[in-house]
Every structure is written in structure tokens, then in C-alpha cells.
């Protein structure tokens, strides 16, 4: 199986707290990877560690064929990310907005056309960012992520605070992203009908610990042989942490 994403016993810790605990995750290439779990389970947190943007407790990652932290800045150069709401200059363009990464990463100035036609901004690009609508500000971050058309994508929430018609645009999107220019997803949402509608893989995450990893048909078999309702994703999902959290809370009593 070709990985382009390999994490091994994973781990972060704050003092006593736990977030991100033992997770070994693999991400094949091509793929799109959706990464769920409650609130607090250790999504954003295993991102952050990914992007270097926070280090380990334990545990090691490579990311097409690169170990952090010796090939750190060679990792960076590979991923481009959207983590949580993007911020912009308000009172710049959002192609002046665009261009400002693509100075810090030295990319040649017809990336952020590039970026712009690929999220559906071009005739928005000469606006000022604070004019734009709440789902033109969320493709303006997906196109600061897609600036150079990095080979991986690491998105968390890419569809907070959308309405209807703007999930539908945004889900369209990533969904084209990897036939379009070759790339690996990894997602996060809480949105699961729109992460069952596009990824290839899930990871479910719960309480720092990694309680899944497979395809959604693998994910159905295992719900199957548990005895869950296999419905939908959001069935599944659900069934999958309130076993966990149950055992959890049986194991603290004994």
C-alpha cells in the first residue's frame, strides 16, 4: 500500500491531560482521509503536530518519505493547510491577500491565479476580503492552501459556519481536488453526511485515541460485526464513541 502519511504511537500531553494518545494513522496517497471525532478528541491537535506548529510528546510521523522533525521545512513545502476560521487583511484584496503567502513561500506569481481559478474566485480576486461573503472568505482560505498545488492538503472544518449552498460548494470541491491535480485529503468535520458523500478513508478519533482506521465499507463491516445500526456514517460513528465512552466510564469504576 502506498502511504504518504504514516504516524506511529503519536502522542501529545499537557501536564497530566492526554490529547492525542498512541495514534498510528495511515493515509494513502490519492486518497481523501476523513478525520472525525467529538469535540476535544485530538483532531486539531494531531493536524497542529503534522504542520509542526506543535511538537510530539512521543511517537514519530513521515509524510511522503520526510521524518519530522529532521525534514521539517521540507514537510512544510508539500502540505498546505486551512486550520480552523483563516484570518485575512481586511482592508487588502484577496488576491493581495494571497500574494503575501506567496511571497512568504516563494512560489512564482501565477500561483495565485492559479489558486484563485481553482476555488471558483477569479472574478472576486480585485475585492477587498472584508466584502467578501463568509463562504468567499472559506474558498479564500482553501485557495491560500492550494497556492502552488502542494501534493498534500490538510484541512480542519474547511466547512464551519457555511449555510446549505456553501457546503455543497466547498464538499464539490475538495471532492475534485484529488483527480484535478493529484493531491492527498486529509479532512476534518463534524459534518459527517458530507464526509461519507467524499472520503475514500475514515479515522475516528475518541479521547485522544484512535478507535477506527479503514475504508467506509471496512467501517460498515466492523459496525456489522459489533452489532450497529450501518444506516449511515453518522449512525456508525456515534455507536462506535458511546461503546467507547461506556467502557471508559466502566473501567473508571472498577
Known sequence: ????????????????????????LHIRKGSIYGFLGPNGAGKSTTMKMLLGLTAPTNGSFTIDGKHFPT?????????????????????????????????????????VDDALELVGLSEF???????????????????GALLGRPPILILDEPTNGLDPSGIHEIRNLIKSLPDLYDCTVLISSHMLSEIELIADDIGILNHGRLLFEGSLDDLRQH??????????????????????NASRKQRAKL
Open 71 to 111: 525534514d521539517r521545512i521540507a514537510i512544510l513545502k508539500e502540505v498546505g493547510s486551512f486550520i480552523e476560521s483563516p484570518s485575512f487583511y481586511a482592508n487588502l484584496t484577496g488576491k493581495e491577500n494571497l500574494d503575501i503567502i506567496r511571497r512568504i513561500l516563494g512560489l512564482p506569481q501565477s500561483t
Open 125 to 143: 480576486g480585485n475585492r477587498l476580503a472584508k466584502k467578501y461573503s463568509l463562504g468567499m472568505k472559506q474558498r479564500l482560505g482553501l485557495a
Open 1 to 24: 500500500m502506498n502511504y504518504i502519511i504514516t504516524t506511529e504511537q503519536l502522542t501529545k500531553k499537557y501536564k497530566s491531560f492526554v490529547a492525542v494518545n498512541d495514534v498510528t
Open 223 to 244: 459496525a456489522l460485526q459489533s452489532g450497529f445500526a450501518t444506516d449511515n456514517l453518522e449512525d456508525m460513528f456515534l455507536s462506535m464513541v458511546e461503546k467507547d
